[in-house]
């Protein structure tokens, strides 16, 4: 790919290192039976190895000047779609697959966080996130309670499931070579982690909570709720605290007391 001309919107940088390749498909735990969504195909390097290891790929890649380039591989089992991902809704994009799937990427360092999002709120079929992002990026994800990094990815990834990083990744491993190291991150989604919360609202609910970060959670929920009404569900040392020092299962109280707030001025 050194005759490529790379595209700086789109965030191209590509990995050729076949045992780095071969190591993010594990971390994955693609085997023959696996179902893989990759987004961003790039040269087909990590397509090449998906395509051996798992039962079906469906690869998308926004960037058309590389269509011959990856037909041109002769991947079997591998559909491509040269669109933009997030174009496409997840109720057509699951059509594609017959049953529960697993995303596997390199993902473009300018879009990470709106992809990851929309995988988690949106896809009902997606068992597995395992990506290359940039480093501090996954630390946000893995972020513990208090640290400076956790916020609001942390929160609803655990929300949805658990996330760990599963191996550092050098920038040297990279073509054209980025300005930062990457890590491959890898999320378990378990759809039914906290079945009778509303998803929609606890996500706009967490948001709300960290909308200003030096804010205490009493200064933060008092745009949306009467602050004396939220003094009579919540103790003061509770309304006092701020958002990056609640567990998720804090969150989870605090929401369905909020929850029946609500109720109670509507």
Known sequence: MKDFVFKKKYGQNFISDANLLRAIANDAGVDEKSEVLEIGAGAGSLTGVLSEMAKKVVSFEIDKDLEEKLFGLGLKNVEFVFDDFMNFPMSEIEKMFDGKFKVVANLPYYITTPIIFKLL??????ESLTIMVQKEVAEKFCS???????????????????????????????????????????????????????????????????????????????????????KQILDEKTLARRAESFSILEFIEIFEKCQTLAQSQN
Request: with cysteine; proline share 4%; charged share 30%.
């Open 144 to 230: 513990t309670v208090g640290d400076g990094d956790y916020g609001i990815p942390t929160v609803m990834t655990q929300f949805y499931g658990g996330a760990k990083i599963t191996r550092i990744v050098k920038r040297q491993m990279f073509y054209p070579v980025p300005n930062v190291d990457s890590a491959v991150l890898h999320i378990d989604i378990d759809r039914e982690k906290f079945p009778n919360v509303d998803r929609k609202k606890f996500s706009k609910f967490v948001k709300v909570c960290f909308s200003m970060r030096r804010k205490t959670l009493l200064n933060n929920l008092g745009t949306t709720f009467d602050k004396q009404k939220l």
């Open 121 to 126: 709120e949106n896809g009902q079929k997606v």
